[in-house]
Every structure is written in C-alpha cells, then in structure tokens.
C-alpha cells in the first residue's frame, strides 16, 4: 500500500528566507505528484503537477521537483513571504486512488 | 476559483443519523473524487465516480456511499454515522492534465 510522508510537520521561518518541504513515497509506480497549500478550514489550492515522466515544474517563486525511482520530491519556494504561511500538501496518484501526506504547516514570520 | 461547489458549508448530526453531501462542478466534468480530511490530517481518498459509476475506492466501509448524477453533480452518503466520522469532506474534479481541483469542503461535526 503506498504511504506518503512529509517531513517536517512543522516549520517557521523568518521573512525572505528560501525554504525546502520534502515529500517521500513508498511505490514509485506513481502517474503523477500534486503539491497543494490549504489555509485554514479551506479546501485545497492546486500549486504544481508533475507527470511521472518530469522531472521538476516551476511556477513563480515556487519549484518543484520528483525522482521517481528514490520516491521523493521537493518542494522549493524562494524569498517567503508571511502570506506564504499555510499547510503544504503532496499527493501521488497511482492508478485511480490517491494518497495524501499529513503536511507541512509552514509559518513564515515578519 | 477552481469551479467546483460543495454544499452544504457546514452541518451537524448526531449518532447513528445519516447525511448527505453535494459536489458540483462549473466544467460537468465526468470523474469526481471524495475525499475525508480529519483534523491535522491529508485528505483520505473515499472513492471515485467516473460516468456514474464507482471507479475506485479507498478503505472505507459499504456505509459510506456515492452517486454521480447524467449531469455529473455528486453526493456523498454517509450511514450509520459515528463520531470519527467528523471531518472536513472534499470533493475533487480532475483538469486538462489530470491535475485534482478541490471544492471548499463540508464541514461534518458529529455529536
């Protein structure tokens, strides 16, 4: 069964720092990983995808790469900001079923 | 605004009663996905609905069910209801590239 982890649980940081959340699984027969941020009580905002066969994307100050085989990607954003501050979520889906890590709350301080 | 609805916002039941959650999307797009998000917790795939049809399913019991309507709006139905079955409810309609897009959710309290 594939397990997906996130690590840390928890990170503050102060403003303009750059700033590496990490997300790893256990089954590398992915299709493809979804990086998602959630503010409180909220549903989930699509950041970055990446196919199974990519190797990284971007989209602004945010950047995300995969490595298939060692089941792990990163999940790089530069010069944060305090309304970067929410819960970071990666999500693999394999097949028809997805699985979600338990997140990264990130606190990014003035 | 990703298009997708879910309603209603919040709702509370109490044991043993059963609900009832609507999803609907602006695109009518044919696959949906539920999601059950407890607190502190990622979201846990429930199932999936493609063509009115489950089309995948996590690991939760018969009680929980679905329907996926000509239209492709979807409810999720919840029997039976038990404490641990407080959470946030998300549904989720996938994009061009197979992206999941997420509704705001339902918040279900169970007392």
């Known amino acids: 069964k594939q397990e997906v982890t996130q690590i840390p649980a928890a990170l503050s940081v102060p403003e303009g720092e750059n700033l590496v959340l990490n997300c790893s699984f256990t089954d590398s027969a992915i299709y493809n990983l979804q990086w998602f941020r959630q503010d409180p009580g909220k549903g989930l905002t699509s950041l970055l995808l990446?196919?199974?066969?990519?190797r990284e994307q971007t989209s602004g100050r945010l950047n995300a790469s995969l490595d298939k085989s060692s089941g792990r990607s990163t999940l790089y954003i530069a010069a944060s900001q305090p309304g970067d501050s929410a819960t970071y979520l990666c999500?693999?889906?394999?097949?028809?079923?997805?699985?979600f890590g338990s997140g990264t709350k990130l606190n990014v301080k003035p | 605004e990703t298009g997708v609805t879910q309603s209603p916002t919040h709702l509370i039941k109490t044991r043993g009663q059963q609900v009832t959650l609507r999803c609907s999307s602006q695109?009518?797009?044919?696959?949906v996905s539920w999601y059950q998000q407890a607190l502190g917790q990622g979201p846990q795939f429930i199932f999936q609905?493609?063509?009115?049809?489950?089309?995948g399913r996590g690991n939760f019991p018969p009680r929980f069910s679905g329907l996926q309507f000509p239209n492709y709006s979807s409810e999720l139905n919840v029997n039976a209801l038990e404490l641990d079955d407080s959470a946030l409810y998300l549904c989720a309609t996938p994009g061009q590239n197979n992206e999941q897009f997420f509704g705001p959710g339902t918040r279900l309290t169970v007392l």
């Open positions: 695109s009518g797009h044919n696959t």
């Open positions: 990446i196919q199974s066969s990519q």
């Open positions: 609905y493609y063509r009115e049809e489950e089309n």
């Open positions: 999500a693999v889906r394999q097949f028809n079923k997805f699985y």
